[in-house]
């Protein structure tokens, strides 16, 4: 695993947002031949954002898969970890038990964004399959737009936000440790306001 930390972000990394949902719409990250799909696989990299660079405060909302009502600001003063996912989408089922596992084990809110579901139901299913209890907005790709600058570009992806809702960082591709979030979980707590409420 990779961790890098980011050079000031320039007008290139301003213009990836335009850019994002469309690849989402053409599936996971990078091309990658699985059965019928094809699937952008991400290395796994983790890349930190320094404190000075984090941006504006992340703002997004929606209606969560069961219809209730989810929005990041109501999260400020913890650390929430986002993570963005698809039923549809091999390496969001192999990164799933690790998700669930760290959002019992880890101090921090967690929330997903589903992408590009064919069905509310699949996606539900998705969750109890693998034991997700955290709400999951249910979106097409606004919320991963939210993220301005520092919009991943596929899923799986996990944005984890400091206590100020900025990005302190991404995980680009599936997660594979609960300690690797688990340390970018306490990394995100120490730099952007203390411990959580």
Same mark, same amino acid.
């Given at each position: 695993m990779t961790v890098r930390r980011t050079p000031r972000p320039g007008a290139l990394l301003a213009a990836l947002a335009a850019v994002v949902l469309p690849l989402l719409l053409a599936g996971c990250s990078g091309f990658q031949g699985t059965g019928d799909a094809n699937f952008v696989v991400g290395n796994s990299s983790v890349v930190q954002i320094d404190e000075a660079d984090r941006g504006e405060p992340v703002e997004a909302s929606g209606d969560s898969l069961e219809g209730d009502p989810v929005d990041l600001t109501a999260y400020r003063g913890d650390v929430v970890v986002l993570n963005f996912w698809g039923s549809w989408c091999n390496p969001?089922? !192999?990164?799933?038990?690790?998700?669930?596992e760290?959002?019992?084990?880890?101090?921090a809110v967690f929330v997903g964004a589903q992408l590009r579901d064919d069905s509310t139901? /699949?996606? =539900? /299913?998705?969750?109890?399959?693998?034991?997700? *209890?955290?709400p999951? =907005?249910? !979106?097409s790709g606004a919320t991963?737009?939210?993220l301005g600058r520092y919009s991943p570009?596929?899923?799986p992806s996990t944005?984890?936000? !400091?206590?100020?809702?900025?990005?302190?960082a991404l995980v680009n591709g599936p997660l594979t440790s609960?300690? *690797?979030l688990e340390d970018l979980v306490d990394d995100a707590r120490a730099a952007g306001g203390g411990a959580a409420s």
């Open positions: 969001c089922r !192999d990164e799933a038990p690790v998700l669930a760290a959002s019992e084990q880890l101090d139901a /699949a996606a =539900i /299913a998705f969750e109890r399959e693998f034991g997700i *209890t955290y999951t =907005i249910a !979106d991963m737009l939210a570009t596929g899923s944005a984890v936000l !400091d206590p100020q809702g900025r990005v302190a609960v300690r *690797t």
